[in-house]
């Protein structure tokens, strides 16, 4: 029972960024209808500052709330120095969600999950951390992310065992990522009782009209190239962002309204994480809860965009 939208603390909830505007940020979301607040461990940067700046907005502003605020955290990549900072050890998964709590001075988070799947952790490793995390009382779900098909199965398999409520798999989905179709992760879920929530929804800003007219000098391009480089960003793919732009003109609607509702089109998908850097980007995004359903002529169009025709 997660909202249809949720508001993801990878950017711009770091210790170099406005606390006035991450304030604003959360009380527009959760006035908006957006319960759910997904952080991880070493979000930032630095790491663990988001959770710390969040803890202080929760402590302050929402605490009255908490009942009514699913909020989530995660271990799994590097977060501190030495052999059990990093990856799906039980030591380094229940010592990070310790810290975690410590940092958003919360006595249990409602999601705990692990970032990635570990090859170097026996995955019943992870997954009794994960359980025992929940019959603690230190997170009420367990999840997973960023795990395939087959991983997902057997994690499921092993928390199935152990009676632990294991509910979700956050996976990337967008138009322009299809990866959750292609490993099968995304039918299986929906035939086994278990959520997707998806990240990256805008294909780290792809499916906005921010490169239309060339990348802004202060593009995450331009600042971060990690995870979008300026080589992706073909004449192929900007004439598949300006025919998706042309549609969604046509259903009335925003670039990013457009690719928001189509990863909710069907009931595999449980929830969309969106980022967002000031409140009215909130305010936008969540107006494609009113969006009307895709006809078979406009999902058929889509298609086609993607696969480099109009």
């Known amino acids: 029972m997660l909202p249809a939208l949720s508001l993801g603390l990878w950017h711009n909830f770091g210790s170099s960024e406005n606390y006035e505007n991450?304030?604003?940020?959360?009380?527009?979301a959760?006035?908006?209808?957006?319960?759910h607040f997904d952080l991880a461990n070493n979000y930032g940067p630095a790491p663990g500052s988001a959770e710390v700046n969040f803890g202080r907005i929760v402590a302050d502003d929402l605490k009255p709330y908490r009942d009514e605020l699913v909020i989530s955290t995660k271990a799994g990549y590097d977060m501190w120095e030495g052999p059990y900072g990093d990856r799906g050890s039980r030591k380094h998964l229940l010592a990070s969600l310790d810290q975690s709590l410590k940092r958003m001075k919360l006595d249990y988070v409602d999601i705990f999950y692990h970032h990635r799947?570990?090859?170097e952790t026996p995955l019943e490793e992870s997954m009794m951390a994960l359980d025992q995390a929940v019959k603690s009382g230190k997170?009420?779900?367990?999840?997973?992310?960023?795990?395939?098909?087959?991983?997902?199965?057997?994690?499921?398999?092993?928390?199935?065992?152990?009676?632990?409520?294991f509910i979700i798999n956050q996976?990337?989905?967008?138009?322009?990522?299809?990866?959750?179709?292609?490993?099968?992760?995304?039918?299986?879920?929906g035939e086994n009782g278990i959520?997707?929530?998806?990240?990256?929804?805008?294909?780290?800003?792809?499916?906005?009209?921010k490169y239309l007219n060339g990348i802004p000098a202060d593009s995450r391009i331009r600042t971060d190239g990690r995870f979008l480089k300026e080589s992706d960003i073909t004449e192929e793919r900007m004439g598949q962002i300006r025919a998706l732009n042309e549609l969604?003109?046509?259903?009335?609607?925003?670039?990013p309204q457009m690719a928001l509702a189509w990863d909710l089109k069907d009931d595999d998908v449980t929830s969309v994480i969106i980022g967002a850097s000031r409140p009215e980007q909130i305010?936008?995004?969540?107006?494609?809860?009113?969006?009307a359903p895709f006809t078979e002529q406009q999902l058929q169009r889509i298609e086609e965009i993607c696969r480099g025709g109009r």
Do not use: W
């Not at 959760?30 to 319960?35: E, R, V, Y």
């Open 139 to 165: 997170a009420l779900y367990a999840g997973i992310s960023n795990y395939d098909k087959e991983s997902t199965a057997q994690a499921a398999a092993i928390l199935k065992d152990l009676r632990c409520p």
């Open 195 to 209: 959520g997707i929530i998806a990240f990256s929804p805008l294909a780290q800003g792809m499916l906005t009209t």
């Open 117 to 119: 799947r570990d090859p």
């Open 171 to 189: 996976r990337r989905y967008s138009i322009f990522d299809r990866t959750i179709e292609e490993d099968g992760v995304k039918s299986y879920a």
């Open 30 to 35: 959760f006035d908006l209808g957006i319960t």
């Open 283 to 291: 305010v936008e995004n969540c107006k494609m809860l009113e969006s």
């Open 22 to 28: 991450m304030r604003q940020m959360c009380f527009t």
């Open 248 to 255: 969604a003109d046509e259903r009335g609607e925003s670039l």
